[in-house]
C-alpha cells in the first residue's frame, strides 16, 4: 500500500506538468501510469535506429518572451532541449490538387506572404490576424495574466467556419468555390492546417484562433524527440521528491471518508494507492467509469459520458535510406478537395481526404530525412472489427486492413512526392487502436473531447469537480496540444495552489 499527498492518474504532458508544480511547492506526489514508458502522447518508438514521433510533431509560440517559451521556462524545459525553428516564411504549406500556399511565422509576414496569392484579400487577412489576436487577449492565460471577466465566452459560442467563410469578399463558401474553380479560396487556406484541431462544423473560434495564433507566433519542432520533455519533466519531479510510477493502471477509485487519507485507487492488478488529492489526467469519461455510482451526480455522470470525441487517426511511420529524402523543415497539408471542413468525418469510400507529412528531426542543419510521418483521419467504426483485440494480437486480418490502407494513403501522397515509394526503407502503421492501447483515449481520439460552438458549456470539462479534493487536467479541460495542456495544468494546479499565487511564480520564471 502507496501512501501519497496527490495521486496523479496518467503521466501525459498534463500529469507531469502537474507532478512538476506540486511537488515544487513540497506536495508529496506520485503519479501512475499504466504503459512502460511514460509521457502519453510525448512517447517516441524506434526501430532499426530511427526514432519517431508519436503525437507531438511541432509546437507553437516558443519564441523568446512568446507564450510556451514563458510557461516552460518556468517547468525548466528551455535550457534542456533543443528546438529548431520551421521556416519563416512557410512553417506549413498548404495544398489544394496543383495550388500551394505558404503559412509563414511573425503577422506581418503571414500576412504579406499570402497577399502574394490574394492581392484583393488584404483587408480579409487585417480582419483575420485582429480577431485572432483579439481571441488570444481574451484568454489572459494564454498571457500569462489573471483572468478577470468572461470575454472569451464570446469566441466559444462562434463557429470557426462562418468566421473564415464571412472573411472573404464572398460570402458563401459554396460560392467560393464555385467561383474559384483555377484557384482556392482564402478562407479554405487559412483552414488547410485544420487537422491541428480536427476542424469540423463544431469548431470554436476560439480554438482555431488559439491553435493558429500560436504556430503563426513561432513554429518549432523538438529536436531529437518529445520523449526528452517526459524525462526532463520526470528528473525535476524525481529531484523534488516526487515519484512516477510506470505499468501500473489504475481501475478503480473509491473514497475513505473518515481516514486520514480521502481516497483509494486500485490498479488492474490489485495494488493499492492512498491520498488526500486525486488529479486525473486521463479522459473524464473513462474516469468516472472506474468510481462507484454514488460519487458523483446521475446528471454530471451522464453529461460527460455522453461527450463526443473528437476523430482518430491513421499514421505511416516511414525509416527512409539514407540521401534518399529532404528534410523539410515544414509540414505539408494536401487536400484533395477545397473543403476541410468535412474531412474529419471521411467516409471509407472517399478514404483518404487529406494528409499531413511531416519529416522528423534529428540534428541541426538536417538535409536529408531520416524518418518521414505521414497522418491522415480515420474514424474508429473502420477497425471496430478488432476493438477486442491488443497490440500485436489482432490477426492477419488485421494486418492486410493496415495494408490495404497504407497503400492507398501512399498513393495518394505520391501524386505530390513521387519518390518517396522508392525511398521508403521500412514502414510502421498505426490506427485509431495503436492509440487507444498507447495513450488510453477512448478510441482512439486525436484531441480527446470535441469542441462544439453550439453547446460550449455542455462540452467544456471544469478542472475541479463537485467531489472535493478530485481534480482534472490535461488536453480534456481547456484545450489539446501542448500548449492548451501546459495552460491546462496552470489551471488546474491553480484550483489547489491559488492561481494568482502560481502566476506570480511563473512570471517569475
Ligand atoms: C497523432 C497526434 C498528433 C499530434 N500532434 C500534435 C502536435 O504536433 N502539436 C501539439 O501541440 N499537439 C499535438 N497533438 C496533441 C497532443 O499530443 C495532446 O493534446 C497532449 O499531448 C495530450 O496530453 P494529456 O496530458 O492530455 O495526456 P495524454 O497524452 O493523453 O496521456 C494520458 C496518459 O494517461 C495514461 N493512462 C490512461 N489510462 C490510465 C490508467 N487507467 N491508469 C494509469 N495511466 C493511464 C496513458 O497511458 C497516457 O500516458 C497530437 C496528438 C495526436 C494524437
Redesign the pocket.
Known sequence: MHKFDIVI???????LLCGYILSKEGFNVCI????SQ?????QTFTRHGHKFET?????GSLGPNQTLARYWSYFGLMDKIQFQQLDLDCFDRVAFNEEEFPIAQGFENFASQLLRYFPNEKQALDDYIRTIQEVVSSFPLYNLELPKDHREHHYTTQSAFDFLQNLSRTPNFKLQIANFKSQTPLSAVLAGNNYLYAGSHFSPLHVASLISHSFISGAYRIMGGSDQVSQALIASIASQGGTVITR????KIGQLPHLQQKFILETTTGEIFMSNMVIS??HPA?TLTMMPPDMVRPAYHKRIVSLQNTTS?F?LYLSVKPGSFPYLNYNYYYHTSRDPWNESAVSEKNWPEMFLLSTGCHIPDQKYAETVTI?TYMRFDEVAGWENTTIGRRGPEYQDFKNEKAERLLQLVSLKFPGLSAAIDRMEISTPLT?RDY???PDGS??GIRKNFHEPLLTAVMPKTKIPDFYFT??NINL????G?TIGSVVTCGEILGLEYLLKKIQNG
Not at 501512475?32 to 504503459?35: I, L, T
Open positions: 492518474i496518467g503521466s501525459g504532458l498534463g500529469g501512475v501510469e499504466k504503459q511514460p509521457g502519453g502522447n510525448l503525437g507531438v510533431h511541432y509546437i501500473r493502471e489504475i481501475s489526467n486521463i473513462k487517426s499514421i497522418l492509440y495513450t488510453g483515449t486525436l484531441y490535461g488536453q489539446h496540444g501542448v500548449l495542456v
